[in-house]
């Protein structure tokens, strides 16, 4: 998974989040009509804001861990408080989770329940059944261009935790194989638990080395860290 699809993702559906500039959409190549899931919310962190709504280029975005989200869309049927039978869909996206197995839906499905009717005494489900499933890549999920109450999602089978994702900005210069001295920045993705304290200079490097391995030709050689900055985090 992409570091650019995963910040599309955090945008369109973050619980904190805000509206988005067109320019950011154009440089993910996204057309307008994917912006009617953008919402303006209160957006608590003014860094991550102010870097976010300019233009970010998608080669400028790295995800830092192997992180890996799974969407599996799940119709089930239930009955409503009045005794009417109803049948919806919901996608649930995951972290950490083989969610092909039956047995798995169908828990994750009663967890969801159990807390959706904590949470709206006056709108009980009951009967619930699990009727088909399908499952998505990051980039058929986004095209379906979901309501944010369509969608559910949860770190693991720990309901009621959440997708966390740090960034940080790091700025750096490095020198060409030509011995041309240049300055860059990247924002990188940490999927995991909040913690400010973390030194994300170790995974800028192993950016830098994998890019290297994959590039020769155009290798970043001598690499200095300038400037690093912890924006925030968005939480789905």
């Known amino acids: ?56 280029h998608p080669k400028q975005v790295v995800l830092c861990n192997d992180a890996e989200l799974y969407f599996c869309e799940i119709e089930y049927s239930y009955t409503t408080n009045r005794n ?22 169908k828990d994750l499905l ?14 009980q489900l009951s009967n619930i059944k699990l ?24 770190c693991g089978m720990n309901w009621g935790s959440y997708l966390n994702l740090s960034f940080t900005k790091i700025d750096y210069k490095y020198s060409t194989p030509k011995n041309n001295i240049k300055e860059s920045s990247k924002i990188l993705i940490y999927v995991g638990s909040i913690n400010p304290q973390r030194d994300m200079k170790p995974e800028l490097m192993n950016w830098v080395n994998k890019s290297n391995n994959e ?21 789905l």
């Not at 972290?95 to 039956?102: A, R």
């Not at 009663?110 to 709108?123: A, Q, T, Y």
């Open 215 to 235: 590039n020769t030709k155009k290798s970043l050689l001598n690499v200095k860290i300038l400037k690093s900055d912890n924006l925030g985090y968005i939480k």
């Open 110 to 123: 009663e967890k969801w329940v159990v807390d959706f009717n904590k949470k709206n005494p006056l709108r």
């Open 84 to 105: 009417n039978d109803r049948v919806n869909k919901k996608v649930f996206v995951f972290n950490e989770c083989d969610l092909s197995k039956v047995d798995l839906q």
């Open 131 to 154: 009727i088909d499933n399908s499952f998505f890549n990051i980039d058929e999920f986004l095209e379906l261009n979901l309501n944010r109450n369509k969608v559910v999602f949860c």
């Open 1 to 56: 998974m992409s570091g650019d699809k995963l910040l599309e993702l955090a945008l369109l559906y973050g619980e904190k989040n805000f509206d988005m500039s067109l320019s950011f959409m154009s440089g993910l190549k996204k057309n307008s009509s994917s912006n009617s899931n953008v919402e303006e919310r209160d957006f608590s962190n003014a860094k991550l804001e102010e870097t976010l709504r300019h233009k970010v």
